[in-house]
T-cell receptor, first 112, second 115 residues
Framework: DTEVTQTPKHLVMGMTNKKSLKCEQH?????MYWYKQKAKKPPELMFV???????INESVPSRFSPECPNSSLLNLHLHALQPEDSALYLC???????????FGPGTRLTVT | GENVEQHPSTLSVQEGDSAVIKCTYS??????FPWYKQELGKRPQLIID?????GEKKDQRIAVTLNKTAKHFSLHITETQPEDSAVYFC??????????????FGQGTTLQVKP
Protein backbone atom coordinates (compact mmCIF):
# COMPACT_ATOMS: atom_id res chain seq x y z
CA ASP A 1 0.00 0.00 0.00
CA THR A 2 1.67 3.22 -1.16
CA GLU A 3 -1.01 5.74 -0.26
CA VAL A 4 -2.04 7.90 2.64
CA THR A 5 -5.78 7.68 3.27
CA GLN A 6 -8.01 10.11 5.13
CA THR A 7 -11.57 10.00 6.39
CA PRO A 8 -14.01 11.58 6.08
CA LYS A 9 -13.69 13.33 2.70
CA HIS A 10 -16.09 16.06 3.73
CA LEU A 11 -17.23 17.24 7.15
CA VAL A 12 -19.70 19.92 8.15
CA MET A 13 -19.83 20.73 11.85
CA GLY A 14 -21.31 23.34 14.13
CA MET A 15 -19.24 25.41 16.50
CA THR A 16 -20.29 23.31 19.50
CA ASN A 17 -19.66 19.90 17.91
CA LYS A 18 -16.83 17.47 18.58
CA LYS A 19 -15.51 15.51 15.62
CA SER A 20 -12.37 13.66 14.60
CA LEU A 21 -10.36 13.39 11.40
CA LYS A 22 -8.51 10.16 10.68
CA CYS A 23 -5.38 9.40 8.69
CA GLU A 24 -3.72 6.09 7.91
CA GLN A 25 -0.56 4.94 6.12
CA HIS A 26 0.98 1.51 5.67
CA UNK A 27 4.28 2.51 4.13
CA UNK A 28 6.23 2.03 7.35
CA UNK A 29 6.81 5.77 7.61
CA UNK A 30 7.84 7.03 11.03
CA UNK A 31 6.78 10.67 10.65
CA MET A 32 3.23 11.94 10.19
CA TYR A 33 1.91 15.46 9.77
CA TRP A 34 -1.24 17.54 9.88
CA TYR A 35 -1.53 20.54 7.59
CA LYS A 36 -4.27 23.12 7.05
CA GLN A 37 -4.74 24.52 3.55
CA LYS A 38 -6.85 27.47 2.50
CA ALA A 39 -7.82 28.06 -1.14
CA LYS A 40 -4.91 29.12 -3.37
CA LYS A 41 -2.46 28.99 -0.43
CA PRO A 42 0.33 26.55 0.46
CA PRO A 43 -0.19 23.86 3.09
CA GLU A 44 0.34 25.32 6.57
CA LEU A 45 2.01 22.95 9.03
CA MET A 46 0.11 22.27 12.26
CA PHE A 47 1.72 19.22 13.94
CA VAL A 48 4.55 16.75 13.38
CA UNK A 49 4.74 13.31 14.96
CA UNK A 50 8.07 11.52 14.82
CA UNK A 51 8.23 7.92 16.04
CA UNK A 52 4.74 8.39 17.52
CA UNK A 53 5.81 11.35 19.66
CA UNK A 54 4.58 14.89 19.11
CA UNK A 55 7.70 16.73 17.96
CA ILE A 56 6.34 19.99 16.56
CA ASN A 57 3.23 21.99 17.46
CA GLU A 58 3.16 25.17 15.37
CA SER A 59 1.31 27.14 18.08
CA VAL A 60 -2.00 25.62 17.05
CA PRO A 61 -5.06 26.58 19.17
CA SER A 62 -6.08 23.95 21.73
CA ARG A 63 -9.39 23.37 19.95
CA PHE A 64 -7.28 21.14 17.64
CA SER A 65 -5.93 18.09 19.47
CA PRO A 66 -3.72 15.56 17.65
CA GLU A 67 -3.29 11.93 18.60
CA CYS A 68 -1.03 9.19 17.25
CA PRO A 69 -2.35 5.83 18.52
CA ASN A 70 0.31 3.84 16.63
CA SER A 71 2.84 4.22 13.84
CA SER A 72 0.18 3.88 11.11
CA LEU A 73 -2.59 6.07 12.46
CA LEU A 74 -2.99 9.77 13.10
CA ASN A 75 -6.10 11.51 14.39
CA LEU A 76 -7.06 15.15 14.74
CA HIS A 77 -9.75 15.84 17.33
CA LEU A 78 -11.80 18.97 16.77
CA HIS A 79 -13.81 20.85 19.40
CA ALA A 80 -15.46 24.27 19.53
CA LEU A 81 -14.13 25.31 16.13
CA GLN A 82 -14.65 28.71 14.55
CA PRO A 83 -15.91 29.45 11.01
CA GLU A 84 -12.38 30.60 10.07
CA ASP A 85 -11.18 27.04 10.72
CA SER A 86 -13.01 25.95 7.57
CA ALA A 87 -10.32 24.61 5.24
CA LEU A 88 -8.84 21.50 3.64
CA TYR A 89 -7.03 19.43 6.27
CA LEU A 90 -4.23 17.36 4.84
CA CYS A 91 -2.38 14.51 6.45
CA UNK A 92 1.06 13.51 5.21
CA UNK A 93 3.68 10.92 6.05
CA UNK A 94 7.39 10.52 5.37
CA UNK A 95 10.07 7.92 6.14
CA UNK A 96 11.56 10.28 8.73
CA UNK A 97 10.69 13.84 9.76
CA UNK A 98 11.56 16.32 7.03
CA UNK A 99 12.08 13.71 4.31
CA UNK A 100 9.93 13.34 1.18
CA UNK A 101 6.30 13.69 2.24
CA UNK A 102 3.29 11.95 0.73
CA PHE A 103 -0.05 13.60 1.20
CA GLY A 104 -3.49 12.13 1.75
CA PRO A 105 -6.47 13.43 -0.24
CA GLY A 106 -7.58 15.68 2.60
CA THR A 107 -10.76 16.35 4.54
CA ARG A 108 -12.78 19.37 3.41
CA LEU A 109 -14.03 20.89 6.68
CA THR A 110 -16.81 23.44 6.90
CA VAL A 111 -17.62 25.02 10.27
CA THR A 112 -21.08 26.62 10.46
CA GLY B 1 13.12 33.70 10.09
CA GLU B 2 12.71 30.72 7.79
CA ASN B 3 11.27 31.75 4.47
CA VAL B 4 10.85 30.45 0.93
CA GLU B 5 9.97 32.92 -1.81
CA GLN B 6 8.49 31.65 -5.06
CA HIS B 7 8.07 33.44 -8.40
CA PRO B 8 6.07 33.98 -10.48
CA SER B 9 2.71 33.62 -8.77
CA THR B 10 1.03 32.90 -12.12
CA LEU B 11 2.49 31.65 -15.39
CA SER B 12 0.72 31.15 -18.69
CA VAL B 13 2.45 29.35 -21.58
CA GLN B 14 1.49 27.85 -24.93
CA GLU B 15 1.46 24.08 -25.22
CA GLY B 16 4.91 22.88 -26.20
CA ASP B 17 6.73 25.83 -24.63
CA SER B 18 8.95 25.60 -21.55
CA ALA B 19 8.03 26.85 -18.08
CA VAL B 20 10.40 27.90 -15.31
CA ILE B 21 9.50 28.53 -11.66
CA LYS B 22 12.06 29.96 -9.24
CA CYS B 23 12.41 29.76 -5.47
CA THR B 24 14.77 31.36 -2.96
CA TYR B 25 15.32 30.08 0.57
CA SER B 26 16.73 31.79 3.62
CA UNK B 27 18.08 29.01 5.90
CA UNK B 28 21.60 28.04 4.87
CA UNK B 29 21.16 24.72 6.75
CA UNK B 30 18.43 23.62 4.31
CA UNK B 31 19.59 20.56 2.39
CA UNK B 32 16.47 19.07 0.79
CA PHE B 33 14.18 20.76 -1.74
CA PRO B 34 11.02 19.03 -3.04
CA TRP B 35 8.51 20.26 -5.61
CA TYR B 36 4.80 19.49 -5.39
CA LYS B 37 2.07 19.69 -8.03
CA GLN B 38 -1.50 20.24 -6.88
CA GLU B 39 -4.34 19.94 -9.36
CA LEU B 40 -7.66 21.54 -8.52
CA GLY B 41 -9.41 19.62 -5.74
CA LYS B 42 -6.57 17.10 -5.43
CA ARG B 43 -3.76 16.41 -2.98
CA PRO B 44 -0.26 17.88 -3.42
CA GLN B 45 1.87 15.33 -5.28
CA LEU B 46 5.63 15.10 -5.03
CA ILE B 47 6.97 15.41 -8.60
CA ILE B 48 10.72 15.82 -8.11
CA ASP B 49 13.19 16.67 -5.36
CA UNK B 50 16.85 17.53 -5.01
CA UNK B 51 19.37 17.30 -2.22
CA UNK B 52 22.13 19.81 -1.58
CA UNK B 53 24.93 17.50 -2.74
CA UNK B 54 23.55 17.62 -6.31
CA GLY B 55 23.29 20.60 -8.67
CA GLU B 56 20.71 19.26 -11.10
CA LYS B 57 18.23 16.41 -11.40
CA LYS B 58 16.05 15.38 -14.36
CA ASP B 59 13.02 13.17 -14.74
CA GLN B 60 11.69 13.07 -18.31
CA ARG B 61 10.24 16.54 -19.04
CA ILE B 62 10.93 18.04 -15.61
CA ALA B 63 14.22 19.12 -14.09
CA VAL B 64 15.30 20.93 -10.96
CA THR B 65 18.48 22.98 -10.52
CA LEU B 66 20.02 24.12 -7.24
CA ASN B 67 22.47 26.96 -6.58
CA LYS B 68 23.53 26.63 -2.93
CA THR B 69 25.69 29.73 -2.97
CA ALA B 70 22.82 31.92 -4.12
CA LYS B 71 20.26 29.89 -2.12
CA HIS B 72 17.93 29.42 -5.01
CA PHE B 73 16.45 26.49 -6.89
CA SER B 74 14.28 26.25 -9.98
CA LEU B 75 11.80 23.90 -11.64
CA HIS B 76 11.98 23.52 -15.41
CA ILE B 77 9.20 21.90 -17.41
CA THR B 78 9.87 21.33 -21.12
CA GLU B 79 7.34 20.57 -23.89
CA THR B 80 4.46 21.60 -21.65
CA GLN B 81 1.10 19.88 -22.05
CA PRO B 82 -2.39 20.95 -20.90
CA GLU B 83 -2.24 18.31 -18.14
CA ASP B 84 0.70 20.21 -16.63
CA SER B 85 -1.78 22.95 -15.65
CA ALA B 86 -1.83 23.04 -11.84
CA VAL B 87 -0.45 24.90 -8.83
CA TYR B 88 3.20 24.14 -8.16
CA PHE B 89 4.77 24.54 -4.70
CA CYS B 90 8.46 24.53 -3.91
CA UNK B 91 9.64 23.69 -0.40
CA UNK B 92 12.82 23.63 1.67
CA UNK B 93 13.60 21.50 4.67
CA UNK B 94 14.44 23.35 7.88
CA UNK B 95 15.00 22.11 11.42
CA UNK B 96 12.31 22.84 14.01
CA UNK B 97 11.97 22.09 17.69
CA UNK B 98 13.56 18.88 18.99
CA UNK B 99 15.78 19.06 15.89
CA UNK B 100 12.84 17.72 13.88
CA UNK B 101 12.83 18.34 10.15
CA UNK B 102 9.91 20.13 8.55
CA UNK B 103 9.14 21.67 5.16
CA UNK B 104 8.62 25.37 4.53
CA PHE B 105 6.54 25.93 1.39
CA GLY B 106 6.65 28.72 -1.15
CA GLN B 107 3.43 30.58 -1.92
CA GLY B 108 2.75 28.62 -5.10
CA THR B 109 2.72 29.21 -8.85
CA THR B 110 -0.44 28.70 -10.88
CA LEU B 111 0.66 27.32 -14.25
CA GLN B 112 -1.77 27.47 -17.16
CA VAL B 113 -0.84 25.66 -20.38
CA LYS B 114 -2.96 26.82 -23.30
CA PRO B 115 -3.67 24.26 -26.04
Amino acid sequence: DTEVTQTPKHLVMGMTNKKSLKCEQHMGHRAMYWYKQKAKKPPELMFVYSYEKLSINESVPSRFSPECPNSSLLNLHLHALQPEDSALYLCASSPTAGAEQYFGPGTRLTVT
Amino acid sequence: GENVEQHPSTLSVQEGDSAVIKCTYSDSASNYFPWYKQELGKRPQLIIDIRSNVGEKKDQRIAVTLNKTAKHFSLHITETQPEDSAVYFCAARVWGSSNTGKLIFGQGTTLQVKP
